[in-house]
């Protein structure tokens, strides 16, 4: 089992790093043909127009969604969730298959970055550590997207729909490897669906 990191720009190597201390076969992908050999796949943080600019450079928009369609798990962290989401405003969609609507930079510029403690019950009980940076605000869901885990306010900052997980936080840039556990199940266990 294999999983990739969209490795075009970003927090990739973070993402790398922390499955390998998992003892998952993790690499960093750029090209359509090492999508082939992957179970799972990670679209890390970053900036999201350049990310989707540089995946089309590349053709690998429709390999990424071929992907996403044959079932076989996608987690993007805040840029990564951004190239997934079905409505990210005024822009275009990239990969546009997660349904979710969303605001990039969205939660002011006094909070432009923070950190919280989430309760994430899919992870168990302790509380997980989340970094935000610049992070996009989930607006809404559509009615087949489970809920992981809000803010205080009610905000969603973490979900899935079928094969797809969306953290609008980084959980590659703290030292809990939970959600990489959580993602690395998914893969193991195939589709999840
Ligand atoms: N602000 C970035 C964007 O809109 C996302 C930030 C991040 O990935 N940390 O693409």
């Known amino acids: 089992m294999k999983i990739g990191v969209l490795a075009l720009q970003g927090a990739f190597r973070e993402h790398v790093q922390i499955l390998r201390g998992l003892g998952v076969d993790a690499r960093e992908v750029r090209l359509p043909s090492e999508m082939h050999e992957l179970d799972g796949l990670i679209i890390p943080g970053g900036e999201s127009t350049t990310m989707g600019k540089l995946a089309r450079a590349y053709g690998l928009m429709e390999p990424i ?19 997934l989401a079905k409505d990210i405003g005024a822009e275009d969609a990239h990969v546009g298959v997660m349904d979710v609507k969303l605001r990039r930079n969205a939660f002011g510029r006094q909070v432009d970055s923070f950190e919280t403690d989430l309760h994430v019950p899919a992870l168990g009980g302790e509380p997980f550590h989340a970094v935000f940076i610049r992070a996009p605000r989930i607006e809404c869901v559509g009615a087949h997207v489970e809920v992981l885990a809000r803010l205080d306010d009610g905000t969603i900052v973490a979900a899935r729909q079928r ?22 199940g998914s893969v193991t266990v195939g589709s999840g669906t």
């Open 163 to 184: 094969n797809l997980l969306v953290t609008s936080f980084h959980p590659e840039l703290t030292n809990d490897p939970r959600f990489h556990r959580f993602f690395w």
């Open 65 to 83: 969604r071929e992907f996403v369609q044959a079932g076989k798990p996608v987690w993007g962290t805040c840029a990564g969730l951004i190239v």
